[in-house]
DNA sequence: ACAAAAGTGTTGAGGATACACCCATGC
DNA sequence: GCATGGGTGTATCCTCAACACTTTTGT
């Protein structure tokens, strides 16, 4: 039995992470101003180096957490870059994350002291090595999860109104729904529950609120039936 | 400007390669038996190391060639898997490429030497570390690219019959389809070609050859016509 | 009374599915 | 002449898209 790979060459893997936020008007991207070297004061993704001793979807949560201040964020693993020079420093492949977190109900403070930043996906701006290639990659991935499993609710307060649930669809899909419709087929899904309680920030009339119902959502799953918007 | 990340730590990058094929009945993974430490003479995926001077692609391609024989294979990046003891010598990651293969123009004595073995899918052996996994999930993955892009054909000779792509995506989506209304579908995508050669070995009558058109496909999609079986 | 957003159903078209019989040929 | 797989069309269902008016209430 072998005791280690001795002849094989061993790299740097650093994790990239694109954050998507939706602030009831916008889908963003937490961005920070780098204040390092190489790219000193460019922005880029948050992102750190995979230690020896951990899983890729551990770094990943050390590195969102360190950020955000807070742990259990939907999470998925997007793509590798292994461009030769993507990093003029030394070789070092990426491994993309992205993830989705509730723009509300994160640390300010923790934001601040990174120098961290929300852009709205068209404001955002240019980005150091391949991190522009990584978001678009991300954009795509979240479209087609959007519409095939309900993540939506990862980047919403616990309760919303179905106008909030329809404008963050639209500005995943980054195109216009039709009110009736979007409702039909959510109602259709019967994941959401319709509280008693009216928003009445947004409007006269105020806005009946909703919540997520995860084991509704799970009974439906499990009955086959398809989530699809 | 920095000159190297010192103090981060480098690990062992590996690609395995869960290779496709169709041999007219059922779908095939390529397996080899290993003939070196650890798990010397279980079966196993094809795999190497990145080495410093190549992507992940290239590295993958590489793997592939030098089994195979041959290059411009369709692949795909699938996921990488980072668990910390899933290979016993040391801590390796691995990224998982999956690979589609016509299965009659490849190089026999290349496959003899490596003692590779085509398995269908429901017969293939357990496999080493977690390689399983990996294959299940490039069975996934290859389902939901078979309905959404056309590359069944990457599966199949050059000249094909219609029962022959049926069966295959009979056997990518584990389902028996209706022969008319797949026939009226993939006529209705417009990217064949019907030949006026017949297939006389699987039945008296013979049926008749086509070809994919890589140009009608691209005219296709350019005209925001999608695929979809 | 009016402005501003919320809420609510129906219809029509197109795509998907289900389904059965004749054809050509080698033996 | 018969057995074998090849080829073909239609009726129905259901999903998806298009569409406009009434309600509530704060000012």
Redo the contacts between chains.
């Keep these: ?5 001795n002849t ?6 650093a994790v990239d992470c694109i954050i998507f936020g939706f602030d009831q008007e916008d889908l963003k991207i937490l961005l920070i101003k780098r204040d390092f ?2 790219e000193k004061g460019k922005w880029s993704l948050i992102g750190g ?9 551990d770094a990943a949560n050390r590195i969102l957490n360190h950020l955000t201040g807070f742990d259990k964020i939907y999470m998925e ?1 997007l ?2 870059f ?3 020079d993507r990093d ?6 990426s ?1 993309a994350y992205f993830a989705l977190i509730n723009i509300e109900d994160h640390d300010e403070k923790l934001i601040e002291q990174y120098s961290a930043k929300w852009f709205s996906i068209e404001e955002a701006p240019s980005l150091i090595f391949d991190h522009n290639q990584m978001v678009q990659k991300a954009i795509l991935r979240l479209r087609r999860r959007a519409i095939s499993k309900p993540i939506g609710f990862e980047l919403l307060p616990e309760k919303f109104t179905m106008r909030q649930l329809q404008k963050l669809y639209e500005s995943i899909l980054d195109e216009k729904l039709d009110k009736r419709n979007f409702i039909n087929k959510v109602n259709g899904l019967d994941i959401l529950v319709k509280l008693e309680e009216k928003d009445m920030t947004s409007s006269r009339k105020g806005s009946y609120l909703y919540q997520f119902d995860k084991e509704k959502y799970d009974r439906n799953v499990e009955d086959g039936i398809t989530f699809k918007i």
């Design positions: 039995m072998l005791n280690n790979y094989e060459d061993k790299v740097l893997l070297e190489p180096f995979l230690k020896m001793t951990e899983t890729l979807d693993q793509y590798n292994s461009k030769i003029p420093v030394e070789r070092t492949l491994v």
